[in-house]
């Protein structure tokens, strides 16, 4: 039997995740702070790399770096 979840989410449905307008989550996307895949003209989340980022936070680099 093949499970049919799905392996990435839009950027739409990221914002409404996190509670944050979807301008908002394409900016993060462009600053690279919102992992994501391109295919074509879409833009996909990878649901692992985005749970993991609810999970562990986004880390800041440190100053000087």
Do not use: N
Request: aromatic share 4%; no cysteine; hydrophobic share 35%.
């Amino acid at each position: 039997m093949v499970t049919t979840s799905p392996e990435t989410i839009s950027v739409d449905e990221a914002a409404r995740r996190l509670g944050i307008h979807r301008t908002t989550a394409y900016a993060a996307v462009k600053r690279g702070e919102l992992p994501h895949i391109r295919i074509g003209d879409r833009i996909l989340i990878p649901l692992p790399a985005f749970e993991k980022l609810l999970k562990e936070g986004h880390k800041e680099k440190p100053l000087g770096s």
